[in-house]
């Protein structure tokens, strides 16, 4: 019976080596940041610009300390089109740098600058994209929210008017709230 | 073939020549007499049986594998034919190393990725295990061991895909075999892990490989999917847990509820458990960063430990004066 106690402790070896705990496959995914990423390329396809934001390159813009979402833009989306127009991702260190972009994606460090941008903005065609609660109030145009567990956006189309912004309807009937 | 020590075949002359053949190690000529012996009188003998048993066991191959039945059949015969028990102990370690061949096979299938046919070579086992040595055999833990190892083969076998219908299918599959684990034994820490950690990586694979131009025309699904994944995220969470009460200082359980914390926007639990990963890693990602001076992302990651789960100032100062340095010369 020693040589069938031997195969049967070799066979559990073998067994072994292939039950594996797989935790290389555990490394944190930045889930979120791809997620934000996803939705400021989908307003992109959704949402009308005026004619003269129409020509040259799509600018999307990441103003704070998300590297997250500004790495994800950069990998998934730097040049690739909206319409005709090549996608080009920037990121502000400052107001200074922020001229007009298509999109500008303020992160919720960079929240108490809201209204300043929205004034220093207020004569473009830019959606401002914010991601702390009141921040539609202080003149965002789409504000990042969570429904629950799942990130979602509320949209303020007063807002969208007042930068000549046209929001297509399936986005506002996504949108967890919408005020006029 | 001690069990014909000392039997006179002179009144079995049949398997006498075969007995001859096989001590030449003449394998056609030893098939050859045995299967004359068993349509002779010398049928009615064990011994007989025994022998064309072993002749079979010898001759199986890969192109013969119904060989290995025949010498399962001719030890059965043999047992039945040994009335008083003279040769049990002999005959059921020789049935045992021959239905032991079915197991090694899966162990062998599984080695070659035959994902199938190594489950059925492993049922094959069981069944014959059970038919011919012993009818009430408790196989639970080679069970457990046998289908986590297989499990975890569909999970490998699932990561050389990136995304689709197969890798889907992969992973069904060794949810499906680690569910039935768990079902034979719930605290069956590997089990638990790998289910939780297959539902995490499906929620996180839906959120960072989904395609964005499929939701242009089509936001719905981009509502659907996210949807998808929470519920992925919170699928994975009994099991992660489970396995974290099984072995509290498990680092990849760790891992796995901050991701599906972090997936699930729970700020509490993702910055409790955060804290607790840091807390133990911190000391490896030390000695990293002194093996890898230039791994920014390692860099990162500890400023992130030092301004926000183990806040210290002097440390957070430190490494930012040399992060600071590396992105200067980038």
Request: net charge negative; aromatic share 10%; charged share 25%.
């Amino acid at each position: 019976m020693g040589k069938k106690v031997h195969i049967t402790v070799l066979i559990a070896f073998v067994l072994c080596s292939f039950s594996t705990d797989h935790s290389s496959l555990t490394q944190i995914k930045d889930t979120r940041s791809s997620v934000k990423a996803l939705y400021l390329y989908t307003f992109a396809t959704l949402i009308d610009w005026p004619q003269d934001y129409r020509k040259g390159d799509f600018v999307i813009g990441v103003f704070g300390a998300q590297e997250g979402v500004l790495m994800e833009l950069q990998k998934k989306y730097q040049g690739k089109s909206i319409g005709s127009q090549g996608i080009q991702i920037k990121k502000f260190t400052s107001t200074s740098e922020i001229n007009n972009p298509h999109i500008l994606y303020v992160t919720e460090d960079r929240s108490s600058q809201i209204a300043s941008l929205s004034t220093k903005l207020k004569a473009s065609s830019t959606l401002l994209v914010s991601e702390k609660e009141g921040d539609l109030d202080k003149g965002s145009v789409i504000n990042f929210i969570l429904d629950g567990s799942k990130q979602s956006y509320e949209i303020d189309k007063g807002n969208a008017k007042k930068h000549k912004l046209i929001i297509a309807d399936k986005l506002s009937a996504l949108a967890m709230r919408v005020t006029e | 073939m001690a069990f014909l020590a000392g039997t006179n075949l002179f009144a079995q002359p049949i398997t006498a020549k075969a007995y001859e053949c096989y001590q030449a190690q003449d394998w056609p000529c030893a098939k050859k007499w045995i299967d004359s012996a068993i349509i002779s009188d010398e049928r009615n003998n064990t011994q007989t049986w025994q022998l064309r048993g072993v002749i079979y066991r010898r001759l199986e191959t890969a192109e013969t594998k119904d060989f290995r039945n025949i010498a399962i059949e001719s030890l059965v015969q043999a047992r039945n034919l040994d009335t008083d028990n003279q040769f049990k102990d002999k005959i059921d370690e020789l049935l045992y190393n021959t239905i032991i061949r079915y197991y090694n096979d899966a162990v062998t299938y599984l080695e070659g990725s035959e994902l199938l046919e190594s489950e059925q070579s492993y049922h094959v086992y069981k069944e014959k295990y059970r038919k011919y040595l012993q009818s009430g055999n408790d196989f639970t833990q080679t069970d457990v061991d046998y289908f986590n190892a297989l499990a975890s083969r569909y999970m490998g076998e699932s990561e050389l895909l990136e995304s689709g219908s197969k890798k889907d299918e992969l992973l069904e599959k060794a949810i499906a075999l680690f569910a039935h684990v768990i079902d034979l034994d719930s605290t069956n820490w590997q089990a638990n892990f790998n289910s939780g950690i297959i539902y995490y990586n499906r929620g996180a694979d839906l959120a960072m490989h989904a395609d964005p131009l499929l939701f242009a025309e089509n936001i719905e699904e981009l509502d659907k999917l996210l949807n998808r994944s929470v519920e992925l995220f919170r699928e994975a969470l009994p099991y992660l847990h489970t396995a974290e009460r099984l072995d509290p200082n498990s680092i990849p359980v760790m891992e796995g509820l901050t991701g599906c914390y972090y997936g699930l926007n729970d700020n509490a639990h993702y910055e409790q458990y955060q804290k607790l990963l840091d807390e133990h890693q911190i000391d490896d990602h030390l000695r990293k960063q002194l093996e890898k001076p230039n791994d920014i992302e390692l860099l990162r990651n500890i400023l992130r430990i030092y301004s926000s789960t183990i806040p210290n100032e002097e440390q957070y100062l430190k490494y930012k004066a040399i992060y600071d340095k590396l992105n200067s010369n980038e």
